[in-house]
Antibody, heavy 120, light 107 residues
Framework: EVQLLESGGDLVQPGGSLRLSCAASGFTFSSYAMSWVRQAPGKGLEWVSVISGGGGSTYFADSVKGRFTISRDNSKNTLYLQMNSLRAEDTAVYYC?????????????WGQGALVTVSS | EIVLTQSPGTLSLSPGERATLSCRTSQSVSSSYLAWYQQKPGQAPRLLIYGASSRATGIPDRFSGSGSGTDFTLTISRLEPEDFAVYYCQQFGRSPLFGQGTKVEIK
């Protein structure tokens, strides 16, 4: 059974940093691209970042570019999101999701989410 | 940049009725890149449809997807009580985008 378990969500002050983790099990983690998607309270879904299976390629939404870093440790089956210079508008539930690519593209499995609150 | 517009914003229907949800893109997109997700309150999104028309594993056949180019549709043939939720279309381009969602509520 595929499981994605996020952790690291917390209350942080504006300008602060936080690192989210996503522990994966039940599939060959290194064979899949992985992504972070967030959802602000009462709002829709917003894609944040994606990383290739080997970790060599990363992409970010413009809203987080230069502030967030995505990485993975395939030996630990774990995905990370390092968030720096956090802003109030980064407050959201952050989901990790596995990504199916080629020939069709979609977010396959999702974690239960980690809440990040940016507030003083 | 591509924009996804879902309509209607809210759909009020009774169990057993048919639901038709629309997703329009501002530019033509490949069907390979179009997916639909269901989200219930307090839960993570769940994949329903990928490649515009292929049902994900375990999704009942009352859910179907169709469309091409700029117009895509998710149809629920007969609403069950567990189908009342928010539905998102999503386009997987260089920057994956989600529509704003359609809420299917009980009338």
């Amino acid at each position: 059974e595929v499981q994605l378990l996020e952790s690291g969500g917390d209350l942080v002050q504006p300008g602060g940093s936080l690192r989210l983790s996503c522990a994966a099990s039940g599939f060959t983690f290194s064979s899949y691209a992985m992504s972070w998607v967030r959802q602000a309270p009462g709002k829709g879904l917003e894609w944040v970042s994606v990383i290739s299976g080997g970790g060599g390629s990363t992409y970010f939404a413009d809203s987080v570019k230069g502030r967030f870093t995505i990485s993975r440790d395939n030996s630990k089956n774990t995905l990370y999101l390092q968030m720096n210079s956090l802003r109030a508008e980064d407050t959201a539930v952050y989901y990790c999701a596995s990504v199916v690519t080629s020939p069709v593209y979609y977010f396959d499995y999702w974690g239960q989410g980690a809440l990040v609150t940016v507030s003083s | 940049e591509i924009v996804l517009t879902q309509s209607p914003g809210t759909l009020s229907l009774s169990p057993g009725e048919r639901a038709t949800l629309s997703c329009r893109t501002s530019q033509s997109v490949s069907s390979s890149y179009l997916a639909w997700y269901q989200q219930k309150p307090g839960q993570a999104p769940r994949l329903l449809i990928y490649g515009a028309s292929s049902r994900a594993t375990g999704i009942p056949d009352r859910f179907s997807g169709s469309g091409s180019g700029t117009d895509f549709t998710l149809t629920i043939s007969r609403l069950e009580p567990e189908d009342f939720a928010v539905y998102y279309c999503q386009q997987f381009g260089r920057s994956p985008l989600f529509g704003q969602g359609t809420k299917v509520e009980i009338k």
